[in-house]
């Protein structure tokens, strides 16, 4: 089916174009205009496409456009093509949708910036690197996104670059993120060596991938593996997630769209969309499992002592990007997708109230110094706590439904197992603990800013409060569209997804079974009811520790101050990194500038410049000018080459 899915990304490109080509020459209204419509007009076609593809038959929803070749070289043939199906069109959805209301919060959040223009640009340039990532039909396209939302990211974290703190984050994700993608590219090497192209409708085929591949096989390990090394780089999972908290310098509308709804879930996205290849891995199916199950507690942990509002949020989205890897990891590809989009709409509303709170605070954003927003911010306050109460999954709430169905199916599916399920658990209960703590230390108990501070505080603009008021109700509603069967519903986000999860094979013996089981009233709602009891208590204790008794909560603190500064310290992996790497890597340019640049490169050219020199010297008094020289030298060069040849001639 021919639909212009170019129309898509075009408008933000254009945005970019004019913004940029005249910028400095435009006004704020103009520019804001701009670049909010051209994202809205995205939104608006990608809506279109949606309900196109949604009125075709199951097992054709898909939308194809190839417009020209791009590379033709030999086998090796690449087109400049787009593919919308069910999993991309989630995507653009989400994508789009969540930019616009970011783009129209920044107006607000920015106005008094002085790169305002800039700022626009780069979010432009950073939607439309997006959905050409998402809507690309061959790996070689979607790597172009891949390396276009890498470059925003670095200009957006960097955005106040006059801060060496934001330079030094602006190419700390720069350089990380080159490690991962080094690692997709050789993954993309190998799939077009054992299968002849970089297409998705030939290389995820089924047929193609098992006549090529062997299951469990060295080939489809490695390439497996490879991209997932990428995936870990742009969707900041252990070893590589150490640039995300750092990211956090840049603009915090910045934050809400780049490093929580949109480019940190592109690598989730890439091992959904290779869903057929990574069902031929199962090692490396267990690799992505323990990593994201790893990540999540890990992260989730480090969220518990950390005491800046927008870096409790970062760590809580490494935990919560590694759920959508656990999920992916047990062959739940839908369910990471679900929570995927879920967790874009609530943390996204998150991270834009923080942004509002730290808006009325003067740029404060240390918790400790906060403290009774409650009242001076109701619609910050109100649309933040239903965020808070998404995200650790209380029922009725789009993250209940995306975060039960990954722990369920990490304990059912034959790809997961009890422990698997547990740390999920465990990490549910962390998430409730640290984001209660935020919210009691933000919105509850006395005031503890300084008085300037409180003299000015406000509730913020409409410009600002409407998409909070939007996100909200999407953070509410989000959910019921993966309605579990155990609750009445029937998934049918699964089953719209299903189409293109083509590698997804269940055993009768295994899932089924204890589906079977959950769905006659025993295992899941056991499990889901377990999982809200755990939440709930959780709830409890950070109400305890910064409620009802906060002297209990410094009092644990010292006892406990060796694990408190371990944690607070963020395990000192920074450290360690820069101790074994950087650092290393340091007096190693150092010892080869000293050595081959200075000593040898340096030497040899100015010790021939020296050479040169000194013949030049020698050779200069022939250059005298004087015609009886010349004469002179070009008679005795005549006698000696006539001699030469007499004598040996």
């Known amino acids: 089916m021919e639909q212009p899915l170019y129309l898509i990304p075009l408008f933000p490109l254009i945005g970019f174009l004019l913004n940029g080509l005249l910028l400095g020459r435009l006004g704020k209204k103009t ?33 194809e456009n190839v417009f020209f070749t791009w590379i033709p070289a030999g086998q090796f043939h690449v087109n400049v093509a787009f593919l919308l199906d069910p999993l991309s069109a989630v995507m653009v959805l989400v994508v789009s949708g969540v930019s616009f209301i970011i783009h129209i919060y920044s107006i607000g959040y920015m106005h ?13 340039l950073f939607v439309f690197s997006m959905l050409m990532l998402v809507l690309a039909d061959n790996y070689l396209l979607m790597f172009v996104g891949w390396e276009g939302v890498g470059l925003c990211s670095y200009l957006l974290i960097g955005f106040w670059f006059e801060k060496k703190s934001a330079s030094d984050a602006g190419k700390k994700a720069f350089i990380v993120n080159r490690i991962g993608d080094f690692g997709f590219l050789l993954g993309m090497f190998i799939i077009f060596w054992q299968t002849g192209s970089l297409d998705f409708k030939t290389a995820l085929d089924p047929a193609v991938a098992h006549s090529v591949f ?110 959508m890897f656990t999920a992916c990891g047990v062959a739940a590809f839908s369910a990471g997708i679900f929570h995927l989009m879920t967790h874009a709409f609530f943390k996204a509303l998150l991270f834009l109230g923080s942004g509002s709170v730290i808006h009325a605070m003067a740029g404060q954003q240390d918790m400790r110094y906060m403290g009774g ?105 989000g959910g019921y569209v993966g309605i579990p069967h155990i609750l009445g519903g029937d998934n049918r986000f699964e089953k719209f997804l299903e189409p293109v999860m083509k590698g997804v094979h269940h055993s009768v013996e295994g899932e089924h079974a204890l589906a079977s089981a959950a769905h006659n009233g025993s295992t899941e709602l056991i499990l889901m009811v377990g999982s809200v009891v755990l939440v709930a208590v959780f709830i409890y204790l950070a109400y305890h520790f910064y409620i009802k008794n906060i002297a209990a909560a410094g009092k644990l603190r010292q006892r406990f101050s060796g694990l408190h500064k371990i944690i607070y310290g963020k395990y000192f992996v920074d450290e360690l990194y820069n101790a074994v790497i950087v650092q290393p890597l340091v007096v190693g ?10 000593l040898i490169i340096d030497g040899f050219i100015n010790g021939m410049a020296v050479i040169i020199g000194d013949m030049s010297t020698g050779l200069r008094p022939a250059q005298s000018g004087i015609l009886r020289t010349y004469t002179t030298i070009f008679l005795v060069g005549v006698i000696v080459i006539l001699g030469i040849v007499l004598i040996f001639g």
């Open 112 to 124: 008094d910036d002085a790169g305002y223009g800039r700022y626009f640009t780069y979010l432009n």
């Open 373 to 477: 927003l409650k009242k001076r911010m109701p619609i910050t306050f109100w649309t933040f706590l239903i965020a808070t109460l998404a995200i650790t999954g209380i029922p009725g709430l789009s993250g209940f439904f995306s975060k039960d169905e990954i722990l369920w199916k990490s304990f059912s599916s034959d790809y997961g197992s009890i422990w698997i399920w547990l740390i999920g658990l465990i990490t549910a209960g962390m998430t409730a603990f640290y984001m209660f703590r935020l919210v009691f230390l933000t919105f509850y108990g006395e005031e503890r800013m300084d008085s300037h501070t409180r003299e000015h505080l406000h509730e913020s603009p409409k410009v600002m409060t409407v998409p909070l008021s939007i996100l909200a109700v999407l953070s509410v509603i």
């Open 589 to 598: 340019s150092k010892f080869l500038w000293k050595i081959f640049d200075v």
């Open 214 to 323: 062997a299951v469990g096989g060295g080939m489809i390990t490695a390439a497996t593996l490879l991209m997932f090394l990428g995936a870990t780089g742009k969707s900041a999972q252990i070893p590589l997630y150490v640039w995300l908290p750092d990211a956090m310098e840049g603009p915090t509308p910045v934050s809400a769209l780049i490093h929580a709804a949109t480019m940190v879930t592109a690598g989730v996205y890439m091992i959904a969309r290779s869903n057929v290849l990574y069902m031929m891995a199962p090692a490396t199916m267990a690799v992505v499992a323990i990593v994201g199950v790893a990540t999540a507690i890990f992260a989730g942990s480090i969220a518990l002592a950390q005491n800046d509002i927008k870096r409790v949020l970062a760590y809580s989205t490494v935990s919560q990007l590694g759920y």
């Open 31 to 63: 520019i804001s205009f701009i670049a909010c419509t051209s994202v809205g007009l995205s939104f608006l076609f990608g809506l279109k496409f949606f309900f196109d593809l949604l009125s075709l038959p199951d097992t054709a929803r898909i939308i």
